[in-house]
């Protein structure tokens, strides 16, 4: 006879294994699991960490029993670093799971296919404020790791890191993104086809066939800066006063040397890997840290981990 078990077994065990994830949709992707629902957090977690799909007729059946063979697929999918779809691919980093290509940005949490705009490709465009306080609520924005997209720029540190967490990821730690990149191919040379993209130009995410890591991951040099979690004295300047600007709530910001917007007060956000143009300054140990986390430099972009 087939074993049974039913939902809250299902939470107990997956979010045991794939651990607790981060910030998710307040829209429901099932009609059936309402934001009222006791299990409301918990079926759209699960859904956006890839690990629960629901039924093809677009329901979840929260009250149905599950068989034992569905609830080892979910613990499969939580331990297979599952992306939260199909088009959304990470790879497993020692204990991390790390996007395999440089984040697109998203007005929907799985892009274009439900007709969702890209935000970043050639502008400043995005919808919420770059203090990023509005970009998961009024104004959501949401970060997706796909083939074959040009990988969205333009962004701060603050829209970059809300854009991971609405997708229930976040971003990396400097050490963490160092261990991703190990084994990227760091000649400093650029063919302008298969080589990590540090002379020529932005390219598609993957598209540079030999600008991949150890561990699988995408274009870790050059193509664009990648925003890291760690912030950092800048040491450029002198701490040249102590109020941030009204975008930032006028907040008091001490003992720092500000970066790049001084006028923000901010220290360096940290940015690695180097861009299409670094040449052979771009590498796995490039490190840039004069930008605050309030830069939109075009050049800057990002990825995310869980």
Known sequence: MKKLVILPLIILVVVAVAGYLYAFSPIPYFPDVPVTHWAFEYVQ?????????????????????????????????????????????????????VDRYEASVWSLPDGDDSGGSQFGTSSDNYPCNDNGNDCSSTNPIYARTEAGVTPSRYITWFQAQQACAMSGKRLLTNAE??????????????????????????????????????????????????????????????????????AYG?????????????????????LRGGIWNYGTGAGVFMMFAASGPSDSYPGNGFRCAR
């Open 250 to 270: 006028d907040d008091e910001i001490y003992g720092i040397d500000e970066a790049f917007p001084a006028a923000d007060r901010f220290p360096a956000a940290l």
């Open 45 to 97: 977690r699960l859904f956006e960490a890839g690990i629960t799909t629901g039924f093809p007729d677009g329901t979840y059946r929260p009250e149905d029993p599950v068989k034992r063979s569905q609830m080892a697929a979910f613990i499969i999918r939580a331990i297979k670093c599952a992306g939260n779809d199909t088009n959304d691919i990470m790879v497993k980093v020692g204990p991390v799971c």
């Open 177 to 246: 993104w160092q261990m991703a990149a190990a084994g990227t191919p760091d000649p400093g040379t650029d063919n302008g086809t298969t080589d990590c993209a540090v002379s020529s130009s932005l390219s598609l995410t993957g598209s540079r066939s030999n600008c991949v890591s150890n561990w699988g991951v995408n274009d870790m040099v050059g193509n664009l800066l990648e925003w890291v979690a760690d912030w950092i004295q800048d040491n450029e300047d002198s701490d040249g006063g102590t109020t941030s600007t009204s």
